[in-house]
């Protein structure tokens, strides 16, 4: 009967105050999640399109030695200048050889990543193509710069109202307590400091984590690694918009719990 | 114009550090009988100064005198809703994902032969135009 009633009223589900709250914040959290395989996705044809003109610049560097190559034969047919004859070739075998260097480098690019990680555990990224360093670099890039932004925004809004900042101290508790709970719906858990710069936050249940298990924990957690790149990128764009200029790493060794640690570059 | 928004911007300096309150810094500096510049600091950094002309505008005719009684001075409060309108606009800048406040560093500043990108964002300076129209002292809100 209650599943009926349940079933049958759509509107008055949504309408109810609490749970449209509730549907709102699941929106949010499974955008928050969402946002990493789009990423992916992304830094994924970044890197088909890296492979493409891998091959486009030898192409355009063999056009363009095919001119050299052209002045050369050009040169050949006056038999009489055969001084000139043999400086063309050279200038073709630089370039050639340059082109070669450029698109050796390329490969390796791609190339060693992919032997080092077959010759490693064979790390996998989401979609179950090989993890390249160009493409953790993306997606890390990426997803960081999209926090950056949304952490200047953020800071912007909800320092407002507040007194100002006196200390670091003072901007990593506002961090902590008043924009995690616009966030993430929950305060950080535990926050250390060295009173020279370091502080470590600790988020015993980090929400976009809540949620995630695998049967190999181990791989649940190298899974888990790229959905902690947009929070760094929002602390480290709070942190810059109320004038503190600072590197964020993340690490999670059990899953829902997450560390963050902060390294302002003023105290060094 | 240039060169008083720039001699306001040591004030904020000295100001920041005395006044460690409230946002609002108040009367940075009388330029003249005329024009006077206030400051306000938000939290980010972001500096918003508004320049009063002291001789006022001819109230529009059709509105009764005693509605706006004559204003010989103008108090450090009174400017404050008209602060917080333009924080707001600004709050609304930031919150535009089509707007980068990345474009603004100074190397990219330097990249524009030492003339800073101004924000062009239309609906950003029509809110800043609509808030100098509307704001006279005692308006309570904007």
Known sequence: ?268 | MTFLLNSCLDIFDLRARTKTLDQDLGLLQAIDERLAAYGWLTNTGIKFIIVVDMMGRPPPPDEDKRRFPAVVGLRDADLKPAFRAVQTAYIQLMLNPFYSPDDRTPLQIANYGGQSPEITSKRFINELQRIGKVWAPGVANI
């Open chain 1, 1 to 268: 009967m209650a599943t009926i009633t349940t079933t049958s009223s759509p509107d008055t589900f949504l309408l109810d105050a609490a749970s449209s709250a509730l549907v709102n914040i699941s929106c949010f959290d499974l955008l928050l999640i969402e946002l990493v395989p789009l990423a992916e996705r992304m830094a994924r044809s970044f890197e088909a399109s890296l492979d493409k003109p891998a091959p486009a610049p030898s192409s355009a560097a063999s056009t363009t030695s095919a001119p050299t190559t052209g002045a050369q034969t050009t040169s050949t047919k006056p038999p009489s200048s055969a001084s000139a004859a043999p400086l063309p070739p050279t200038t073709t075998t630089t370039t050639s050889t340059s082109t070669s260097t450029s698109t050796t480098t390329a490969t390796n690019g791609t190339a060693t990543p992919l032997g080092t990680s077959m010759g490693g555990a064979l790390t996998l990224a989401a979609d179950g193509l090989p993890e390249t360093d160009i493409f953790r670099d993306s997606v890390y890039v990426r997803l960081e710069r999209l926090g950056f932004r949304v952490g200047e925004g953020l800071s912007e809004r909800f320092s407002r109202d507040r007194p100002r900042f006196t200390d670091q101290l003072d901007v990593i508790k506002f961090l902590c307590k008043d924009l995690w709970t616009v966030v993430f719906k929950k305060q950080i858990d535990n926050l250390k400091t060295n009173h020279r710069g370091v502080f470590v936050l600790t988020d015993s249940r980090f929400r976009p984590f809540s949620r995630m298990s695998m049967a190999n924990p181990a791989e649940a957690v190298a899974r888990a690694q790229p959905h902690l790149y947009f929070p760094c990128g929002i602390i480290r764009g709070v942190l810059s918009s109320l004038g503190i200029k600072a590197t964020v790493q993340a690490e999670t060794t059990e899953l829902p719990a997450a560390t963050f640690q902060i390294k302002t570059h003023s105290a060094k």
